[in-house]
């Protein structure tokens, strides 16, 4: 706790509204940022990509609109740019959906609505992103006052483009790389060249300034051979400043298998892991197990999380393929509306604890329908809360 202390008093300093905020609450954030070290990258105060650079005008709007005002709406927010990719991911939360994909003015339209709903930060996604031309101006009017982070594979990246997102505001990206062989990450995402891509990426992005971390999606089998830390100690020789981990998700694209899914016990272990490296003072390590914990934020799929895919289907977080609505065919406003009665917080991953029902209900649609997603949420139950969210609730953001 103490090493972030300069940090902190940087972040008090841009956002003095912190000092109104429930000591319950600092105190519960301060206890989640002492699991991490606070860097400096390009004069912006970064805890980890997962939440806005703690100097940004994004981070005081999370202040003052969600810890002081108690927004109903989002926070957090994906969106898809193009479905259009040239790798062929077995685990691909995209995988199977289309329709008719959203033109520019959509996309940007949509963006604004998600700002102006409470969005503060906002991961540009795909299919692969870089592959839609307008990236850098879509990038640009989304940065203002809101954290911009970019998931990747790299394909189509050159270091001009690099240096024009990074001019347009963006914050953070994430290369996917889920293993230190290039015959493991090509296999997986089944396109040979594909490592050699995102090890291109990383150098790129890393050259032009940008906080560049690695995405990567573990499985089962890495997680029990204990395969991780020595993955880690491979990314920590790129010079990279994060590395952003998950655990395989259950699909409902493909036949049920428990050996896909690991254990309460093992995302302890990842968490213990993360704490561990992060003593060490090296690359960020962000689980986001952890984040989702039950001690912190828990999952809020559909409470402060929405995903908007790139052919306007609005979805409670990218994992979860399901659909309440196009933004294209009704305003995104009414979709959350509705999509929001439906949900609650909860201690554990919504898509984890409830995939048997979605693949039950999803009859080979995908996503599933919104008058379907309605009616499965009715046998849908929800855990507590996480424990940041329960002081929130419970202690009205606000200084007594």
Same mark, same amino acid.
């Given at each position: 706790?103490?090493?972030?202390?300069?940090?902190?008093?940087?972040?008090?300093?841009?956002?003095?509204?912190?000092?109104?905020? $429930?000591?319950?609450?600092?105190?519960?954030?301060?206890?989640?940022?002492?699991?991490? &070290? +606070?860097?400096?990258?390009?004069?912006?105060?970064?805890?980890? $990509?997962?939440?806005?650079?703690?100097?940004?005008?994004?981070?005081?709007?999370?202040?003052?609109?969600?810890?002081?005002?108690?927004?109903?709406?989002?926070?957090?927010?994906?969106?898809?740019?193009?479905?259009?990719?040239?790798?062929?991911?077995?685990?691909?939360?995209?995988?199977?959906?289309?329709?008719?994909?959203?033109?520019?003015?959509?996309? &940007?339209?949509?963006?604004?609505?998600?700002?102006?709903?409470?969005? /503060?930060?906002?991961?540009?996604?795909?299919?692969?992103?870089?592959?839609?031309?307008?990236?850098?101006?879509?990038?640009? *009017?989304?940065?203002?006052?809101?954290?911009?982070? !970019?998931?990747?594979?790299?394909?189509?990246?050159?270091?001009?483009?690099?240096?024009?997102?990074?001019?347009?505001?963006?914050?953070?990206?994430?290369?996917?790389?889920?293993?230190?062989?290039? *015959?493991?990450?090509?296999?997986?995402? +089944?396109?040979?060249?594909?490592?050699?891509?995102?090890?291109?990426?990383?150098?790129?992005?890393?050259?032009?300034?940008?906080?560049?971390?690695?995405?990567?999606?573990?499985?089962?089998?890495?997680?029990?051979?204990?395969?991780?830390?020595?993955?880690?100690?491979?990314?920590?020789?790129?010079?990279?400043?994060?590395?952003? !981990?998950?655990?395989?998700?259950?699909?409902?694209?493909?036949?049920?298998?428990?050996?896909?899914?690991?254990?309460?016990?093992?995302?302890?272990?990842?968490?213990?892991?993360?704490?561990?490296?992060? &003593?060490?003072?090296?690359?960020? +390590?962000?689980?986001?197990?952890? /984040?989702?914990?039950?001690?912190?934020?828990?999952?809020?799929?559909?409470?402060?999380?929405?995903?908007?895919?790139?052919?306007?289907?609005?979805?409670?977080?990218?994992?979860?393929?399901?659909?309440?609505?196009?933004?294209?065919?009704?305003?995104?406003?009414?979709?959350?509306?509705?999509?929001?009665?439906?949900?609650?917080?909860?201690?554990?991953?919504?898509?984890?604890?409830?995939?048997?029902?979605?693949?039950?209900?999803?009859?080979?649609?995908?996503?599933?329908?919104?008058?379907?997603?309605?009616?499965?949420?009715?046998?849908?139950?929800?855990?507590?809360?996480?424990?940041?969210? *329960?002081?929130?609730?419970?202690?009205?953001?606000?200084? $007594?």
């Amino acid at each position: 706790m103490l090493k972030n202390i300069p940090a902190l008093a940087d972040c008090l300093v841009r956002n003095p509204s912190m000092l109104r905020v $429930s000591p319950k609450i600092s105190l519960a954030l301060m206890k989640y940022m002492g699991k991490f &070290r +606070v860097r400096r990258v390009g004069g912006r105060t970064v805890l980890h $990509s997962h939440l806005p650079p703690l100097n940004s005008p994004a981070y005081g709007r999370f202040v003052q609109e969600h810890l002081l005002g108690k927004s109903p709406g989002p926070s957090h927010a994906q969106i898809g740019l193009t479905d259009a990719c040239p790798q062929k991911c077995g685990y691909c939360y995209n995988k199977g959906r289309r329709g008719t994909a959203m033109d520019s003015g959509t996309i &940007r339209r949509t963006i604004s609505d998600l700002k102006s709903m409470g969005v /503060f930060w906002l991961g540009l996604t795909g299919g692969e992103p870089l592959l839609n031309r307008e990236i850098a101006e879509i990038t640009a *009017e989304a940065s203002t006052d809101c954290a911009v982070k !970019l998931f990747t594979t790299g394909s189509g990246l050159t270091p001009a483009l690099a240096t024009r997102l990074k001019d347009a505001g963006l914050f953070s990206v994430s290369v996917s790389l889920d293993h230190w062989t290039a *015959e493991v990450h090509d296999a997986v995402r +089944v396109t040979p060249g594909a490592f050699r891509t995102a090890i291109k990426a990383i150098e790129i992005f890393r050259t032009t300034g940008l906080h560049t971390g690695v995405s990567a999606v573990l499985s089962a089998e890495m997680i029990r051979r204990g395969q991780v830390e020595p993955y880690l100690e491979f990314l920590q020789g790129l010079g990279l400043d994060e590395a952003w !981990l998950s655990e395989m998700k259950p699909s409902i694209q493909t036949p049920d298998d428990p050996m896909g899914l690991i254990t309460p016990e093992e995302r302890q272990s990842l968490i213990r892991l993360q704490d561990r490296w992060n &003593r060490s003072g090296r690359m960020m +390590v962000n689980y986001l197990g952890h /984040f989702e914990s039950p001690a912190y934020f828990g999952c809020n799929a559909g409470c402060k999380m929405i995903y908007v895919d790139a052919f306007g289907e609005v979805s409670p977080c990218v994992f979860a393929p399901m659909s309440f609505g196009n933004v294209q065919k009704k305003p995104l406003t009414e979709i959350w509306s509705e999509m929001r009665s439906c949900f609650a917080p909860g201690s554990d991953c919504f898509v984890i604890r409830n995939h048997g029902l979605l693949r039950r209900r999803a009859e080979g649609r995908l996503p599933i329908p919104p008058e379907v997603s309605r009616d499965l949420m009715k046998q849908v139950r929800f855990g507590a809360p996480g424990r940041f969210v *329960e002081l929130v609730e419970r202690n009205g953001g606000k200084a $007594s």
